[in-house]
């Protein structure tokens, strides 16, 4: 990807990043050091191509064909998260409505379904229990994924 850095005198202190013509244009104050550029540039360009990858997958599709295999409650929405850092994903069982942390987007499909089903069991089972884990290892593949999300440094959820 082509990127284009433009300092600006009027800019104070955010810095804007957008994709012109298929060149990422990032917008940043002039005060900045070459060291605080090279961060922005990098941060800049992990978002737009995390959000390249989230973009050809359909979260809702894959939801409703996880929760009918798995006998497990549809959401009533399911989107990607660029502010879920430590978690995988989160579920809010009042609203039924999931997120799913944008980084996942580039893991193996069987990881990013493990996590899908870790979510829709949170509809059923709001903790970690015993029915809760039954639920989850209904899906074949969870140990595995289990097993990566924690060699990834992702064990935590």
Known sequence: MQIEVVRSARRRKTVQAR???????????????RDEESHWVETMQERFTRMRCTDAIDLAA???????????????AIVWSDRLNTLWGSCSIETRRIRI??????????????????????LLEAGHSTTFWKLVNRYPMAERARGYLIARGDAEN
């Open 62 to 76: 894959r939801a409703r064909r996880l929760a009918a295999k798995h006998d497990l409650p549809r959401p009533t």
């Open 101 to 122: 942390a944008s980084h996942l987007a580039g893991y193996p499909s069987w990881v990013l379904d493990y996590v899908i089903v870790h979510e829709l069991a949170h």
């Open 19 to 33: 994709l012109v013509d298929g060149v990422l244009r990032i917008a940043i104050p002039d005060n900045l050091s």
